[in-house]
């Protein structure tokens, strides 16, 4: 083969070699394209995720602030009605019965209710100090810091022993109802209650117990009319 048609086959091959990056180059610039678009297919969508749960959380608070003020209505409505079922329980108050209860066993019945009584206002008092604060802090299974009554607490081991565990376990139920509704206030606060399930009341049953008591008083007024 002379000079001439080797030189030839070299440019031929430089030729095919300049068209193969050339290829490569345009391959290089779709996948490029293709990935640009992606991305910004995948930044639209999470934005949009982003504006939708945005709009979520807003209609969220609008529906809590509306049940919270749905709540509020209902407890100036019940408060001055008695009910074994559903009515107003002032979280934080203590339950006077235990007292009644452990004063009997230790004073003469004429003087048990009159120091009941006072135990109880005294105890309330303490409740309400913000000075005192019988907690302690947990790690619970799901990582959450929980706060619980401090057990190892002078004065409630001091109740405990004194008055038992009846009053015992008033005094940290008041405590854990304070806490959790007035932390700051550290007084009692209305609640919606169950009294049968013993818990918070929902608004479903509130609403159920106040159309039944509108039921009954309607047709006790139509029964009258007869």
């Excluded at 209505?73 to 339950?95: A, N, T, Y």
């Excluded at 009846?166 to 007035?182: P, S």
């Excluded at 932390?183 to 013993?198: C, D, K, T």
Aim: charged fraction near 35%; glycine fraction near 6%.
């Amino acid at each position: 083969m002379g000079a001439k048609q080797r030189l030839e086959g070299m440019k031929i091959q430089m030729h095919a070699v300049e068209k193969f990056r050339g290829l490569e180059e345009f391959i290089v610039q779709i996948q490029m394209h293709e990935m640009k678009e992606t991305l910004k297919e995948k930044i639209d969508e999470i934005d949009y995720i982003q504006s939708v749960n945005q709009s979520l959380i807003i209609k969220e608070r609008k529906i809590n602030d509306e049940l919270q003020e749905a709540r509020k209505e209902f407890i100036d409505g019940l408060s001055d009605i008695q009910s074994p079922s559903i009515g107003i329980k002032r979280m934080g108050e203590l339950d006077e019965t235990p007292f009644k209860v452990a004063c009997k066993r230790r004073y003469a019945a004429e003087d048990s209710d009159c120091k009941a009584a006072k135990l109880c206002l005294d105890w309330q008092e303490e409740i309400r100090k913000p000075g005192w604060h019988p907690f302690k802090i947990i790690s619970t299974s799901d990582e959450d810091n929980k706060e619980v009554i401090d057990e190892d607490d002078n004065k409630l081991r001091g109740i405990k022993d004194e008055l038992g565990a009846e009053v015992y376990e008033a005094v940290t139920t008041a405590l854990l109802e304070v806490n959790e509704y007035n932390g700051s206030g550290r007084y009692a606060v209305p609640e919606l209650w169950n009294f049968q399930a013993g818990q918070k009341a929902t608004m479903k049953e509130v609403i159920k117990y106040v159309l039944d008591q509108w039921k009954n008083s309607k047709s006790k007024a139509a029964e009258q009319q007869r």
